[in-house]
């Protein structure tokens, strides 16, 4: 089946210690996001990739970076992870156009110790 | 200010006892509005997208419904594989209408 893929589903990480989190997707969906999600709260998006083009949300720290080498995959980079950046964070995918929403991968939970 | 809100927040109901969810919307233009389920640590299941009032769409028990001011997301007799938290998101028509507004969730628990 299509879908999109989060490796790996659990990271802990060091404070401080740089940490990268991988999506892709079969799905071969042009837009692909990644999102924040802490307990009880709703996802919040960091940024977007529309095709090549990068699309960063005003309020995200820039610890957070992101690399799309190609349509398929796509990587969250968290450059010094700190306490508050621990959560679930969730890639998603979109067809620019389509009535459908979005498709969203089972997400990695990272622990920051 | 571009906003979604949900109520209840958690809803407990008994196997076969139908209740509807809420969400309220309150945006400068709707492009859609989209119904999602997650389970707890697993990402939002995407269910419905509605794009004008009066739309409706059904999926086994579940069945959505727009106006120009809400959605309610009905569930008629629920059963326990349907507790989940429900999300509701609105998309935008205009400006960056990539970006969804999210509410925080209703999380409905069904009693056997």
């Known amino acids: 089946d299509a879908m999109v893929i989060q490796n790996p589903r659990y990271q802990v990480t060091q404070f401080g210690k740089p940490v990268t989190l991988s999506c892709s997707q079969t799905l071969n969906h042009n837009v692909m996001y990644w999102y924040q999600q802490k307990s009880s709260q709703a996802p919040k998006l960091l940024f977007h990739?529309?095709?090549?083009?990068?699309?960063n949300e005003a309020d995200t720290p820039d610890n957070f970076q992101s690399r799309r080498p190609n349509t398929s995959f796509c990587f969250l980079d968290i450059r010094s992870p700190g306490l508050g950046d621990a959560a679930m964070y969730l890639c998603?995918?979109?067809?620019?156009?389509?009535?459908?929403?979005?498709?969203f991968g089972s997400g990695t939970r990272l622990t920051v110790v | 200010e571009d906003q979604v809100t949900q109520s209840p927040e958690a809803l407990r109901l008994q196997e076969g006892e139908s209740s509807s969810l809420n969400c309220s919307y309150t945006?400068?233009?709707?492009?859609?509005l989209f119904w999602y389920r997650q389970d707890p640590g697993k990402g939002p299941e995407f269910l419905f997208t509605?794009?004008?009032?009066?739309e409706e769409k059904e999926k086994e028990r579940l069945k959505a419904t727009l106006t120009k001011k809400e959605s309610f997301l009905h569930i008629t007799a629920p059963k326990p594989e349907d507790s989940a938290t429900y999300l509701c998101?609105?998309?935008?028509?205009?400006?960056?209408?990539?970006?969804?507004?999210w509410g925080l969730g209703t999380s409905l628990a069904v009693n056997p």
């Open positions: 945006v400068s233009g709707l492009r859609g």
């Open positions: 998603a995918t979109s067809r620019s156009g389509s009535t459908v929403g979005y498709t």
């Open positions: 509605l794009y004008s009032a009066g």
């Open positions: 990739y529309y095709d090549k083009d990068f699309n």
């Open positions: 998101a609105v998309q935008l028509n205009a400006g960056n209408n990539r970006k969804l507004i």
